[in-house]
């Protein structure tokens, strides 16, 4: 009641202050977060290492079941299995609920610390990773070029390009494939090595030493320090080639006499196309605390910019989460303007009063702006849960709206004007339309409590909801009131069929709400004058609902269309990478 007296009695503050919550609302908007789905936090962590040239039951014994064992001892471990295949090992644990994972990490550290010198010897330091779904790929980009060979290219993003993508707010990490780079090829001749007495390991350490910046100490130059350098390091094929090597003899050799060097092209791990060209793949890994939308904004503004410099580099957007999440969001927010626009329509088919329905139509942007500040001190993202439940709420943001403007429309028949017809129909109603929003708070509250992935997934929806429905009471109790009291006045408070074309639609609609009410009337009245065959009627419906729904599917998430289709094909293990792309070639003729 004090809320609505204030705003009747004080509209210009009122007014002020909705302005503030618009204001503050717009600012929220633009400040959100976005992204597909909340944060999920799963804790999961990996503890893998390799030993080469062993097979699976060795490994499994000397390398898996040591890790298993001094893993178990970490605090929290709900599951932990392990894979032993050729050379590799991998373990894989599964922590309760709620745990922190950061720490968890810390405590696996230091227990693969305490074994680590009873694994086997040439085995590698065991590595612990955690499990992010928050850090997956963010984009793929493709770059070709028709004036650089695939060298050179290659040369150039190492250079020129991934250090500037990887400069970027939200990138973790940038790797590149499908590139090929150039190494020097030493191949000794051993007959001529053993005759002058000179091992392949004399010839590796002196290349180390030869191939070295090597600091030297510092000089004083007036006030300076100025630090000394030998710069030793190879510049060209030539300096390696021109290398003197010293036999135990004393005679010095060239090492173009003891070996064979040559410029090579590395071995290929890994090969990319963009239409039957080759091209350098760059796949782009988001930091886990960053947002998906703002680090593809980001990236791609710096992609602009390398095309202006580098028109000769062709730059393509091959995978781009944030699209599907946008359009995703877009949707939502279409099904969300629709349904605001289509509980304007209805309201004035039933009120029959422009002031009326202008009123209750101008609560609702209020209680949505108020909604999203909310929001963003909250810390949710707008993605399809919070978007979900905010399209949701916006069915029940006028519910409060209708019911205080009702019992205001009351107080004018009963002969009140303006002033005290606001203030006496909004007092008599503020407690049942508290206590009726505080009832649906409470129901999806509880959600926010709930834990795992379920908890997860639902929490920013639950608190969507329940932001918007106290959002709407609020504004219900001061909005509405104040807006009756400034606009409305008595002779204004009744529902008259209105004139023109415009109004037609709305008066045939409003005669089929009587036709349906008379059929409402009729029924209710027949179904309490034979209340035990309204009883069965209802027990069977519940007993078929029941029924029902052991055929209904059920799923995690639903299906998905991203407008995208990937095509994987897997070769026996050994298959050489030359082997695999013919078959690729082959899937991608008949494919296109």
């Not at 932990?80 to 550290?109: H, K, Q, W």
């Not at 932001?467 to 104040?482: K, W, Y």
């Amino acid at each position: 009641m004090n809320l609505s007296k204030i705003a009747v009695r004080r509209p210009v503050t009122t007014a002020m202050v909705v302005l503030i919550v618009i204001a503050f609302g717009i600012l929220s908007i633009t400040n959100l977060k976005m992204d597909m789905m909340p944060n999920m936090n799963i804790p999961v962590a990996i503890v893998s290492t390799t030993y080469t040239g062993t097979g699976p039951a060795e490994m499994e014994t000397l390398v898996t079941e040591p890790l298993e064992g001094v893993l178990g001892t970490v605090p929290g471990i709900k599951n932990i299995s392990s894979i032993s295949s050729y050379g590799s090992s991998v373990v894989i644990l599964e922590f309760e609920d709620n745990t922190d994972i950061d720490l968890a990490a810390i405590d696996m550290r230091e227990r693969v610390d305490l074994i680590k010198g009873y694994l086997p010897d040439g085995s590698d330091e065991p590595m612990v990773m955690k499990i992010d779904m928050n850090a997956m790929t963010s984009l793929s980009l493709s770059i070709a070029s028709e004036k650089y060979d695939l060298v050179e290219l290659t040369k150039l993003v190492d250079d020129k390009i991934t250090d500037r993508i990887k400069r970027q707010p939200g990138v973790a990490q940038v790797n590149v494939s499908g590139g090929v780079s150039k190494e020097i090829s030493v191949v000794l001749k051993e007959e001529k090595l053993r005759l002058l007495g000179i091992s392949e390991q004399q010839i590796a350490q002196l290349l180390m030493i030869e191939n070295r910046n090597t600091p030297t100490g510092t000089i004083k130059q007036g006030d300076k320090n100025l630090q000394l350098r030998v710069s030793g390091e190879f510049q060209t094929i030539d300096d390696l080639k021109n290398t003197i090597v010293t036999a135990p003899t004393g005679t010095n050799f060239f090492l173009s006499d003891l070996a064979d060097i040559t410029e090579v092209f590395k071995d290929a791990k890994t090969l990319s196309y963009l239409n039957g060209k080759p091209c350098v793949n760059i796949s782009i890994q988001k930091q886990s605390t960053a947002n998906t939308v703002n680090v593809s904004d980001n990236v791609l503004k710096e992609i602009e910019k390398i095309k202006a410099e580098m028109p000769e580099v062709q730059v393509n957007v091959i995978i781009d989460p944030a699209d599907f999440i946008r359009m995703t969001l877009k949707s939502v927010m279409e099904a969300a303007y629709l349904g605001a626009f289509l509980s304007i329509v209805i309201l004035y088919t039933f009120l029959r009063n422009w002031r009326s329905t202008f009123i209750v139509a101008t609560a609702m942007p209020i209680s949505i702006f108020a909604t999203f500040v909310l929001m963003y001190y909250s810390n949710i993202t707008l993605n399809m849960m919070s978007l979900g439940g905010l399209a949701l709420g916006i069915g029940m943001l006028v519910d409060n709206s209708i019911v205080v403007l009702e019992s205001i429309y009351r107080k004018f028949e009963e002969g009140c004007d303006s002033i005290t017809a606001s203030l006496e129909g909004a007092r008599e109603v503020a407690a049942p339309v508290t206590a009726a929003t505080l009832t649906h708070v409470a129901v999806f509250l509880p959600i926010t409590f709930a834990g795992g992935i379920i908890g997860q997934v639902f929490n920013e929806l639950a608190m969507t909801v329940a932001f918007s429905l106290i959002s709407s009471l609020f504004v219900s109790l001061t909005v509405v009131p104040m807006g009756t009291a400034l606009i409305i006045r008595p002779h204004h408070a009744k529902m008259e069929p209105g004139k023109g074309i415009i109004s037609a639609p709305f008066n045939f609609l409003g005669f089929l709400i009587k036709k349906l009410e008379n059929g409402y009337r009729k029924t209710l009245l027949a179904a309490l004058k034979h209340k035990f065959v309204t009883l069965m009627i209802k027990i069977a419906l519940t007993g078929l609902t029941w029924y029902s729904m052991r055929f209904v599917p059920q799923e995690f998430m639903p299906p998905t269309d991203e407008s995208a289709v990937t095509i994987g094909v897997s070769l026996p293990k050994g298959s050489l990478l030359e082997e695999t792309n013919k078959i690729v070639d082959e899937v991608v003729k008949r494919v296109g």
